[in-house]
């Protein structure tokens, strides 16, 4: 549940100016379509988080700005990637209408160095869900997240949780208006 709180808040937060503008959000449709998104959710997250993040791999970075740029475009953004000394900064724009105000979101997805003998798993970057009790969960068998799972790998959370939160919550607002 500490998930679909999470994303709700976000959701709620970006959904701001349309709000503001008159428009009703009904929490319940919005809860129902994020259940069901959920699966789907899970399987892009392990898609990203499986690709290494670690900025002093260039070749790494760039499959994980390859990655997020395809994600952004997919769902109808405009996508520029900047070169910079260090790793590319991707700037996504979708424009709703010039007469609402511009939210502007950061993230980043650069991690550190990780040093894989001090996981608990074969390879940090190779995503694994357990269970309550510690006990592997299959990816292949999720029609429902389970809010006593968690997910462990090398940037599940920080950055990239973010990253798909802020898809998905674009998804949602998409799909209700």
Known sequence: MKVLKITIV??????????????????GNIKSSLNQMMPQMIKEH?????????????????KNVSWIKEAYEKRGYKVSVLETETIPVIFCEYKVSEDLPTI????????????PSEWDQEDPFVPVIRNESGALVSYDNISQWNDDWRIYARAAADDKAPIMMMLYASDLMKQHN
């Open 10 to 27: 976000l959701i709620m937060w970006m959904c701001y100016p349309i709000m503001i503008y008159g428009q009703h959000l009904d929490i």
């Open 104 to 115: 502007l979101f950061y993230i980043h997805y650069d991690g550190q160095p990780v040093d």
């Open 46 to 62: 392990q898609s990203l988080v499986s690709i290494p993040n670690d900025s002093n791999y260039p070749e790494d970075m760039d």
